[in-house]
Every structure is written in C-alpha cells, then in structure tokens.
T-cell receptor, first 113, second 111 residues
Framework: NAGVMQNPRHLVRRRGQEARLRCSPM?????VYWYRQLPEEGLKFMVY????????ESGMPKERFSAEFPKEGPSILRIQQVVRGDSAAYFC???????????FGSGTQLSVL | SQQGEEDPQALSIQEGENATMNCSYK?????LQWYRQNSGRGLVHLIL?????REKHSGRLRVTLDTSKKSSSLLITASRAADTASYFC???????????FGTGTRLTVIP
C-alpha cells in the first residue's frame, strides 16, 4: 500500500511561469490537504478538498493559487505567474473517511528564480 | 489564528535524557495531535489525544493535555540520536476537520 505520493520532488520555475504540484493520496483516502512550509517554520494550512469538492480554501491566497481533486487522478495545486515569495516546500496530506490523523507526502520544494 | 505555539523553539539534550516539549493553542479543540518531521521530509503522525483525555502513552512517548490552560506537552523518555527531528503539535478545532500546526520544536539528541 503506497503512501502519499507527491511529484515532482523539486520544481524550479522562473518568475511568471506556472507551477503544477501533484499529489496522489493513499489508496482509499478521499480527503486531501495542502500545506506550505517556509524554512524553519511550521506548516501553514492552504486548502482542504474531498473528491470533486473544495471544503475549505481559507488558507489559499485569493489570486494565482488554485487547487482541485478530480474524481479520477491526483490532486493538483496550481500556482500561476509565480513570484519569488512562492518559493517554499508544499506538502500534501491525505486522510481516510472518519479518520483523524493525516498521512503526509514527502513534499515538493518549489524554487522560483 | 488557531495555530499552536511550541516551546521551546529548539532543544538540545544528551542521549538517554528525557525531552519535554510544550504546545499552547487558542481555541476549543476536538483533539490534539503530535507529529514528527525529519529534515526535508513529510510529517509523521506520532500520537493523538482527545479533548476529554488528560494523558496518553505510546512507547517512549507520553502526552498530556490540559484544556483549561489550552496546553499540551510531549515527553520523550530515554532519548536516542534517532529522535533528532522537529516536533509539531496540531489541533483540530471544535466543529472543524482541518489540522492547524504549531511552529515546532527542533530537538537535537547528542550521542
């Protein structure tokens, strides 16, 4: 039973480009969370999704950021027109129905040049 | 913000000693969880304590929860070099599903 898979592991983008981060939850998990982490800091909640629904996006910047979790396929966190301040580690976590703990992926380190 | 605050920010101890980390939070909660993060990796769940529990044990881990003070502590007994990591508390606010993480304690265990 594979864990939460995130790819790419590292992503380098120039300012103004788009970044697409993918997350495949654990088998059978229908809840996905995205978090952002800056060096030496904790995780900042961004968005909580269930299949085909955004449940809570209160942590997402209003512009340039979007997330989806389609019926088929991985969850995608999309950042348009990246800026240097978007450089961070982005972690995805999945959760089973009725479960309370999260299972994390290894993260995507986004570097914006 | 519902985020917790861990204390201390950094802790360095000798192998074999006990390590205690504290977490304070701001809102009423359903449960509080502790996670561990090795450098550059994702977080790993360690232990969960519910709002109606006061203490919980798992191996060398002991967690306490004081809802009146909105605080929790994580004790790691007989520490090992492999315990070196960052430790985060996370809370689930009453009526919500999201986990909000604290700022973390960086633990270094010196062999």
């Amino acid at each position: 039973n594979a864990g939460v898979m995130q790819n790419p592991r590292h992503l380098v983008r120039r300012r103004g480009q788009e970044a697409r981060l993918r997350c495949s939850p654990m088998k059978g998990h229908s809840h996905v969370y995205w978090y952002r982490q800056l060096p030496e800091e904790g995780l900042k909640f961004m968005v909580y999704l269930q299949k085909e629904n955004i449940i809570d996006e209160s942590g997402m910047p209003k512009e340039r950021f979007s997330a989806e979790f389609p019926k088929e396929g991985p969850s995608i966190l999309r950042i348009q027109q990246v800026v240097r301040g978007d450089s961070a580690a982005y972690f995805c976590a999945s959760q089973g129905q009725g479960d309370e703990k999260l299972f994390f992926g290894s993260g995507t380190q986004l570097s914006v040049l | 913000s519902q985020q917790g605050e861990e204390d201390p920010q950094a802790l360095s101890i000798q192998e074999g000693e006990n390590a205690t980390m504290n977490c304070s939070y701001k809102t009423s909660i359903n449960n509080l969880q502790w996670y561990r993060q090795n450098s550059g990796r994702g977080l790993v769940h360690l232990i969960l304590i519910r709002s109606n529990e006061r203490e919980k044990h798992s191996g060398r881990l002991r967690v306490t929860l004081d809802t009146s003070k909105k605080s929790s502590s994580l004790l790691i007994t007989a520490s090992r070099a492999a315990d070196t990591a960052s430790y985060f508390c996370a809370t689930v606010q009453t009526g919500a599903n999201n986990l909000f993480f604290g700022t973390g304690t960086r633990l270094t265990v010196i062999p």
